[in-house]
């Protein structure tokens, strides 16, 4: 590691290091409010960082690019650790947890996030991936007093460590069959020099795959997903829905950008993966009734979605697709600040009958509950439409017209569920019990995740230009 | 001789791991996934990494299997009762598997004197190994021990506990 290595990678460094700093001033200043304010302040500037300070080299060790792509979800990942903070601090604050082991943990997290969507190489794509897997861990089940949440976190653990193994598993047979772990060799030597070693190369991708759809919960994998969100705290969930599963779909495409021709081999597994993860997600979501875990289901199903994209292999495809996982992270968390500014020492609404008629006590936030929803849905007019109809395009472009249908067909499954939410929040004839306010840093996240709703919804172009620039 | 010798260890490694996780009894399990590790060690020397291979046994085996131990008997998950039947039938499995890598030990020792070089055509050096780990992988090597310092920080948090007058 060279002194250029370190500046390439400063935006990370001020992540992973500012957390480690805060961790070690709460240890004996246990007042949580300046703590989150100087976790906040970290990750601002590391998104700051990231996006002002050129990178004197495009290649951070040999195992991370620092080139635009990666700047731009560290940007993206860093700004999320942001308000996953604000929305928690009146969690942290309530359930008297330790303020600097929380708001490190997540500054931390952001930096394995924003180290795997910039990973060039197997090994920094393995090590990233635990990083944040890791504070993951720790920060769902981080309420001890509450049992939901311990029994979300080991479940999370189990799972980890499940597809932990498929991954180094994987990492190794790939490694057998290329000879190599840097990431374009790694795909490119396999089809030309690895003679009979190639179908182990080819397991190898396959087994990294069912990690990957582990973590992002694609369908045979996803049943962990309900159970996690149900039990993780919304301020938690709000990062692990959006952060953990876009990083590892960032981390895909730069794969996927890199590595043609393996991915011809693979296509018929991911048109099946991404088929039956989209059925499985708008199936399971119909007979749910508790808001957060049809979130889950919600998740699943655009995590289908965006294997869809993927599948093009073309500049298209993957425009959509960064487009799609950056609308996606802004809606869901946009969701999860929503229960988790109406938490209050009943804890967070989640069945659907504490939702009953809640849109007459707190009709802001219902409606913008409600617009986030029909954005997941894919309503004309929001973000979530727009993310779709490029996804959906490219796929028809690139000839997947029965990915499309079976997409569309999941899409006018989900309207179903997002608009019995709907309904129920304003249902006159059950007046819902009042909740808590709200505080101004949680209005503050929701009226920015709107505000980027309806921005993204009527103007794509901003985002769209961006992502051309930048796509690898 | 070395591709025997490969095969043999993986059919012992398969076979302790399988036992490992089939055990009911935590510490039976414990013994025998160190047997396993023996068995990664010496296919770790076989592919020519002899520090490596002292390290499994060291590191693994030796510390980590302690503290397994250790855990266990903390915990107090090791069962108190003696199961019936003779006690060799319950031993078999685990002498044969120690008894193969014995031989497996023997053999290699009688295959290479001078202790590596000659093996698998490739020899990775102590010095090359440390300069690879702490030279172009220091990357690694740093986002490893910020994983260990935040597991450690995990297993305070949710370990420790909770302030007096309040119950899980």
Not at chain 1, 114 to 129: N, P, Q, R
Request: aromatic share 10%; glycine share 10%.
């Amino acid at each position: 590691m060279s002194l250029i290595d370190l500046l390439a990678l400063l935006p990370v460094l001020i992540l992973a290091f500012g957390g480690t700093a805060i961790l070690m001033v709460g240890a004996w200043y246990r007042e949580p409010r300046p703590l989150l304010a100087g976790g906040i302040a970290t990750a601002l500037i590391g998104a700051v960082a990231a996006g002002m300070v050129p990178p004197p080299s495009l290649e951070i060790a040999g195992l991370f690019s620092a080139g635009g792509y990666a700047r731009f979800f560290t940007i993206l990942w860093a700004l999320l650790a942001a308000a996953g903070l604000m929305v928690a601090t009146r969690y942290i604050m309530e359930k008297r947890l330790g303020a600097g082991e929380y708001v490190s943990l997540v500054l931390y997290a952001a930096a394995g996030m924003a180290l795997l969507s910039s990973a060039t190489h197997l090994l920094g794509l393995f090590l990233a991936l635990e990083t944040f897997t890791l504070a993951f861990y720790i920060l769902i089940a981080s309420n001890r007093r509450c049992e939901m949440a311990a029994e979300a976190g080991l479940k999370y653990l189990l799972m980890g460590a499940v597809a932990t193994g498929f991954m180094a598993f994987g990492i190794a047979l790939i490694y057998a069959s290329s000879g190599t772990l840097a990431l374009p060799d790694a795909a490119l030597r396999m089809t030309a020099a690895a003679g009979g070693l190639q179908p182990w190369g080819l397991l190898g991708w396959g087994l990294v795959l069912i990690a990957v759809g582990f973590k992002i919960s694609l369908a045979p994998f996803h049943l962990w997903t309900p159970d996690v969100y149900q039990g993780a705290p919304a301020p938690v969930g709000g990062l692990l829905a959006t952060g953990s599963k876009g990083a590892v779909v960032a981390a895909l495409v730069g794969m996927l950008s890199l590595a043609g021709p393996v991915w011809h081999d693979l296509v018929d597994l991911l048109w099946l993966l991404a088929a039956v993860t989209m059925l499985a997600g708008a199936l399971g979501a119909l007979g749910q009734k508790n808001l957060k875990r049809l979130l889950a289901y919600s998740s699943v199903t655009h995590m289908g979605t965006l294997l869809v994209g993927l599948l093009c292999q073309n500049t298209e495809g993957l425009a959509a697709t960064t487009f799609y996982v950056v609308v996606y992270a802004i809606t869901s968390l946009g969701a999860f600040a929503v229960i988790a500014s109406l938490a209050d020492q009943r804890g967070e609404p989640m069945a659907f009958d504490e939702w009953r008629g809640l849109g007459y006590r707190h009709p802001v936030r219902s409606a913008v509950l409600v617009l986030i929803l029909l954005s997941l849905a894919g309503l004309p007019g929001t973000a979530g439409f727009m993310a779709k109809f490029a996804v959906f395009q490219a796929a028809l472009q690139s000839g997947y017209l029965g990915l499309v249908l079976i997409g569309v067909f999941a899409s006018v499954v989900s309207f179903a569920f997002y608009l019995r939410v709907a309904m129920l929040l304003f249902q006159p004839e059950a007046p819902a019990v009042q909740r808590h306010a709200g505080t101004a840093p949680e209005h503050a996240v929701v009226a920015v995740c709107t505000a980027a709703v309806l921005v993204f919804g009527l103007f794509p172009g901003i985002l769209f230009d961006l992502i051309g620039r930048l796509l690898p | 001789m070395t591709t025997a010798l490969f095969y043999i260890l993986g059919i012992i490694l398969l076979a302790a791991t399988l036992m490992c996780i089939t055990r009911r009894n935590p510490v039976h399990a414990v013994i025998y996934l160190v047997a396993g590790f023996f068995a990664l060690a010496l296919m770790f020397y076989l592919l020519g990494a002899p520090l490596v291979a002292a390290w499994e046994v060291i590191v693994y085996a030796g510390a980590i299997m302690v503290l397994f131990l250790f855990i266990i008997m903390m915990l107090g998950l090791a069962p108190q009762e003696v199961p019936e039947g003779p006690g060799w039938q319950r031993w078999l499995p685990l002498a044969l598997l120690s008894a193969s890598l014995m031989a497996c030990t023997l053999l290699l020792i009688l295959e290479d004197p001078a202790a590596g070089q000659k093996v698998g055509g490739f020899y990775l050096a102590p010095q090359a190994l440390g300069e690879a780990l702490f030279g172009r992988y220091a990357m690694a090597v740093e986002m490893v021990s910020f994983q260990l310092l935040f597991a450690t920080i995990g297993a305070y948090l949710l370990g420790r506990p909770l302030p007096k007058g309040e119950d899980q």
